[in-house]
C-alpha cells in the first residue's frame, strides 16, 4: 500500500524564482492538503483539493496555487519567491471531503530560498 | 487563526518510564484532534486520534485523553522508548478540511 509520495525531495531557488513541488496521495485516498512547515514551528495550513477544485485556504497569499489531477495526485506553485518561504512543505491526503478524516503526510519537500 | 499550543516544549524521561505530553486549544467548536509524530527530516507520523464524542482512546502503548471543559488534550506513552524521541504535535480540526496544529513538544528518552 503506496504511501503519500513528494517530490523533490530538496530545493534551491533564487528570490523572485517559480517553483512547482508535487504530491502524489495515499492509495485509495482522494483529497490532498499542503503545509508550510517553517523550522521549529508546527505546519501551517496553505490549501486543501478535492475533486480537482480548492475547496479551503489558509491565511496564504495568492502567490500560492495549487491544482489537482483526475489522478489526485497535486501540485503546488509559488511564484515570486521570497527569503520567507524557505521551509519545509508537506502534503497530506486523506479520504473524502467530510470533517474527522484523518490525513496522513508524505516526507516533505525542504525549499531554501536564496 | 486558533491557538493550539502546547504546555512544555520540551521533555525529557528515562527509558522504560511513561511520558505524558500535554496540549491545549481554544477553540469549543472542534470536534477531532490527532496526534502526530515528526522525527528530524520526516513528515509527521499519524500516532492517534480523538472525536469529541469520546474522552479516551488507546491504541499500542498510547492512549489520549479529551478533556472539553479545559479545552485539553494528552498524549500518554507507555514505556517509553529510545525510538519515541521526536517532536509531538497535536492537530486540532475545527472546520470540514482545515487542521491547527501546535509548535510541538520535544520528546528525549534518555537510555
Known amino acids: 500500500d503506496a504511501g503519500v509520495t513528494q517530490s523533490p525531495t530538496h530545493l534551491i531557488k533564487t528570490r523572485g524564482q517559480q517553483v512547482t513541488l508535487r504530491c502524489s496521495p495515499k492509495?485509495?485516498?482522494?483529497?490532498v492538503s499542503w503545509y508550510q512547515q517553517a523550522l521549529g514551528q508546527g505546519p501551517q495550513f496553505i490549501f486543501q483539493?478535492?475533486?480537482?477544485?480548492?475547496?479551503q485556504r489558509g491565511n496564504f497569499p495568492d502567490r500560492f496555487s495549487g491544482h489537482q489531477f483526475p489522478n489526485y495526485s497535486s501540485e503546488l506553485n509559488v511564484n515570486a519567491l521570497l527569503l520567507g518561504d524557505s521551509a519545509l512543505y508537506l502534503c497530506?491526503?486523506?479520504?473524502?471531503?467530510?470533517?474527522?478524516?484523518?490525513?496522513?503526510f508524505g516526507p516533505g519537500t525542504r525549499l531554501t530560498v536564496t | 487563526g486558533e491557538s493550539v499550543g502546547l504546555h512544555l516544549p520540551t521533555l525529557s524521561v528515562q527509558e522504560g518510564d511513561n511520558s505524558i505530553i500535554n496540549c491545549a486549544y481554544s477553540?469549543?467548536?472542534?470536534?477531532?484532534f490527532i496526534w502526530y509524530k515528526q522525527e528530524s527530516g520526516k513528515g509527521p507520523q499519524f500516532i492517534i486520534d480523538?472525536?469529541?464524542?469520546?474522552d479516551k482512546r488507546q491504541g499500542q502503548r498510547v492512549t489520549v485523553l479529551l478533556n472539553k471543559t479545559v479545552k485539553h488534550l494528552s498524549l500518554q506513552i507507555a514505556a517509553t522508548q529510545p525510538g519515541d524521541s521526536a517532536v509531538y504535535f497535536c492537530?486540532?480540526?475545527?472546520?470540514?478540511?482545515?487542521?491547527?496544529f501546535g509548535t510541538g513538544t520535544s520528546l528525549t528518552v534518555i537510555p
Open positions: 497530506a491526503s486523506s479520504l473524502g471531503r467530510q470533517g474527522g478524516a484523518p490525513q496522513y
Open positions: 492509495s485509495g485516498h482522494d483529497t
Open positions: 483539493y478535492y475533486e480537482e477544485e480548492e475547496r
Open positions: 477553540n469549543s467548536a472542534s470536534d477531532y
Open positions: 480523538i472525536r469529541s464524542n469520546m
Open positions: 492537530a486540532e480540526n475545527e472546520s470540514v478540511d482545515q487542521f491547527y
